[in-house]
């Protein structure tokens, strides 16, 4: 869920770049490049697990997992990027009412895919930091105790 602001950042740019409004097609859009988003975490988060699971150290099994998982992110992301690529520059009529929707989805997606390689794992690695700290501390407090 961390990435979604990031890829809404890209679909803001993008709409700014291209000069047109964000409108309620481009919320719609937001809506489906959340899933997309979540979709490419949730798929990274789990291999991190599954390497976690298997025995590898904590940060072993984040870039291991990264690594696993970096060809998937990419291509899906790259493909969809190409594929509403030529939409991007339509100039028909008919193309414009579609236009909002296919900026937040390309701009927002091409910004966000290699973030959720980067920003994914250090916020696991963090979480983890804050998880082993509280614990020393609980534990310090029972001996305290």
């Not at 699971?53 to 099994?61: I, L, N, R, T, V």
């Not at 390309?106 to 895919?113: K, T, V």
């Amino acid at each position: 869920m961390s990435v979604i602001p990031f890829g809404m950042i890209g679909a803001l740019v993008g709409h700014f770049i291209q000069g047109y409004e964000f409108n309620f097609l481009s919320m719609i859009a937001l809506l489906g490049l959340s899933g997309i988003l979540v979709n490419n975490s949730i798929i990274l988060i789990s291999r991190i697990d599954e390497r976690h699971a298997m025995g590898e150290d904590f940060e072993e099994s984040i870039i291991n997992g990264v690594n696993d998982r970096l060809r998937a992110v990419v291509l899906t992301s790259l493909t969809t990027v190409l594929g509403l690529a030529p939409m991007l520059f339509e100039t028909s009529t008919q193309a414009q009412f579609l236009l909002p929707m296919v900026i937040t989805m390309a701009w927002g997606l091409a910004s966000s895919a290699f973030l959720v390689l980067l920003l994914v794992p250090a916020i696991l690695g963090i979480q983890s930091d804050i998880r082993d700290y509280l614990q020393q501390r609980k534990q310090l407090r029972t001996l305290a105790e």
